[in-house]
C-alpha cells in the first residue's frame, strides 16, 4: 500500500502498481447460489448502539449483496495471494468476449473498497 506523509496528499497508485495489489476480501459471510453468484451478508451497523436498535426493531443487522457473474469471478479470487494483473488474466480467458474488462475490473475493485467489501 502506498505511505502518505503529514504533509503530502495520497498519490494514485499508476496502472502497473495497481496491478501487483493483492486485494482481500472483508470477513463477511459469503455464499454463491445455484448459478454460481456470490450473496455477501453486509453488517448495518457496527456500533453496539445500531446493533441494539434493530435488535429492538426485531430487525436483521444485516442486508444481502448480491454479486453479478463476472463480480461473483473476481470476489472468488480476491484471497490475498492473487494480484489484480493475475485476476484481469483469468478475467480475460473467463469473459474473452467482453469488452473493457480491464477497466470493468478496476471500476469493481475500486467500489468494493470503497464500500470496505474488501482491501489491498
Given at each position: 500500500?502506498?505511505?502518505?506523509?503529514?504533509?503530502?496528499?495520497t498519490r494514485k497508485p499508476t496502472v502497473d502498481e495497481f496491478l501487483q495489489?493483492?486485494?482481500?476480501?472483508?470477513?463477511?459471510?459469503?455464499?454463491?447460489d445455484d448459478k454460481g453468484l456470490v450473496q455477501i451478508k453486509v453488517p448495518?451497523?457496527?456500533?453496539?448502539?445500531?446493533?441494539?436498535?434493530?435488535?429492538?426493531?426485531?430487525?436483521?443487522?444485516?442486508?444481502?449483496?448480491?454479486?453479478?457473474?463476472?463480480?461473483?469471478?473476481?470476489?472468488?479470487?480476491?484471497?490475498?495471494?492473487?494480484?489484480?494483473?493475475?485476476?484481469?488474466?483469468?478475467?480475460?480467458?473467463?469473459?474473452?468476449?467482453?469488452?473493457?474488462?480491464?477497466?470493468?475490473?478496476?471500476?469493481?475493485?475500486?467500489?468494493?473498497?470503497?464500500?470496505?467489501?474488501?482491501?489491498?
Open positions: 500500500m502506498l505511505e502518505k506523509n503529514k504533509k503530502q496528499k495489489f493483492k486485494p482481500v476480501r472483508a470477513d463477511y459471510e459469503w455464499s454463491t448495518k451497523f457496527e456500533s453496539s448502539l445500531g446493533k441494539k436498535f434493530c435488535h429492538l426493531i426485531k430487525k436483521e443487522n444485516t442486508f444481502s449483496a448480491h454479486m453479478d457473474e463476472l463480480g461473483s469471478f473476481v470476489w472468488k479470487q480476491c484471497d490475498g495471494r492473487t494480484t489484480v494483473k493475475e485476476i484481469l488474466d483469468r478475467l480475460q480467458k473467463e469473459f474473452d468476449e467482453d469488452e473493457n474488462l480491464d477497466q470493468r475490473l478496476f471500476l469493481f475493485l475500486q467500489q468494493m473498497r470503497q464500500l470496505r467489501y474488501l482491501h489491498y
